[in-house]
Structure formats: C-alpha cells, structure tokens
C-alpha cells in the first residue's frame, strides 16, 4: 500500500489497517484509557485490541497540533474531514484537499486518505476554520500498554499545560526491539 507521500509499505500494520477499513467495524470503546482530553483536541478510542489500536480524533477549529513524534506508536492518520498534515518538514495532506467537496458524494476529496507516520516521522496538523477530524490507526511498541496517542508525544512542545501533565511515555523503550520496517 502506497500513502499519501508516495510511500510504499507491506507490513502488519498495514496489514491491520486494511482489515479495519474493510471490516466496516463496529465502535467497541474499552471501559479503560478510552477518552482523551487536551486544549484544543479530544480522542475516543473506538477499538483496542493489544498491540492495536484505532482512535477518532476530533480539533477544534484552528487548532495547531506542533511538531512531535510518537516513539512508542507507527501509525497511519485516516484523513475524515478539516485537518492538514505534516510530516518531516512537507505538508503531506493539504487544507484544500481536506476541506473541498468530492463531486459525487458529501465527503471531503482526502476522506479515506491515508499519512504513515512512523515513530521517528516528525509530524504536525491543523485543523480548518469549522473543526477537523481522522482516524489514527497504531501499533503501540516496545511494550507499552495502548492509551492515547497524545500520551506517548515526544517534542519541543505540547498541545497546552493539561496535554503536558498527561504525556506518559516520552522515550522509545530499546530500539532494538521497535517492529517496524
């Protein structure tokens, strides 16, 4: 599967998102580390399944999420509606593309899109001036437990002073045992 960068994997998180999109899933919110709240950001976790996890991510209008890594977590971010991405440095799903109508249905033209963002991948979003939302679709590494993606966040800075208190995990356990190719 190629993502939005022109990026190539076959691996079994690629694996796992292909199952969970065509599965047409049902939500199953685990009872524990299931809602995450920041400033400007909140997401439910709609599936969990250890070491896999998929969360739907909601911002709020505007919002900037900074640059920062992931380094217990590879991912794919499902673009849904509203929210531009970046990724080393590149903007790898446009706000025009995010927010403009696809011409046969009432979806946006990048519904569906998917980034890969694997835990070294330096990423930021914005959100649209109504609000933004996307899956992100993980696989959590090193032996550390699925919570919220916001809570293993590496970078210079955070979504706000109740994201910063929140970040569990902030350094990759052993690089020798990450599983990503």
Same mark, same amino acid.
């Given at each position: +599967?190629?993502?939005?960068?022109?990026?190539?994997?076959?691996?079994?998180?690629? *694996?796992?998102?292909?199952?969970?999109?065509? /599965?047409?899933? $049902? #939500?199953?919110?685990?009872?524990?580390?299931? #809602?995450?709240?920041?400033?400007?950001?909140?997401?439910?976790? #709609?599936?969990?399944?250890?070491?896999? &996890?998929?969360?739907?991510?909601? %911002?709020?209008?505007? !919002?900037?999420?900074?640059?920062?890594?992931?380094?217990?977590?590879? =991912?794919?971010?499902? /673009?849904? $509606?509203?929210?531009?991405?970046?990724?080393?440095? =590149?903007?790898?799903? @446009? +706000?025009?593309?995010?927010?403009?109508? /696809? @011409?046969?249905?009432?979806?946006?033209?990048?519904?569906?899109?998917?980034?890969?963002?694997? @835990?070294?991948?330096?990423?930021?979003?914005?959100?649209?001036?109504?609000?933004?939302?996307?899956? =992100? %679709?993980?696989?959590?590494?090193?032996?550390?437990?699925?919570? /919220?993606?916001? +809570?293993?966040?590496?970078?210079?800075?955070? +979504?706000?002073?109740?994201?910063?208190? &929140? #970040?569990?995990? *902030?350094?990759? !356990?052993?690089?020798?045992?990450?599983?990503?190719?």
């Amino acid at each position: +599967m190629k993502d939005g960068t022109g990026r190539e994997f076959d691996d079994d998180l690629t *694996t796992f998102l292909e199952w969970y999109l065509d /599965a047409g899933q $049902r #939500i199953n919110t685990p009872l524990e580390n299931s #809602i995450h709240f920041v400033e400007n950001l909140t997401s439910l976790c #709609i599936y969990r399944h250890e070491p896999w &996890q998929v969360e739907l991510v909601t %911002v709020k209008p505007n !919002a900037y999420i900074p640059p920062h890594t992931h380094p217990n977590v590879d =991912s794919y971010e499902v /673009a849904l $509606r509203g929210v531009e991405f970046n990724s080393n440095g =590149s903007t790898t799903l @446009p +706000m025009w593309f995010a927010n403009k109508k /696809a @011409p046969d249905c009432n979806l946006s033209l990048a519904h569906y899109n998917v980034v890969r963002v694997t @835990p070294d991948d330096e990423h930021s979003a914005q959100a649209g001036p109504t609000g933004g939302c996307f899956l =992100s %679709v993980q696989h959590w590494l090193n032996g550390v437990k699925p919570t /919220a993606v916001g +809570m293993d966040w590496k970078g210079g800075s955070c +979504m706000g002073e109740s994201h910063d208190n &929140q #970040i569990t995990s *902030t350094e990759k !356990a052993n690089d020798s045992q990450t599983t990503t190719r």
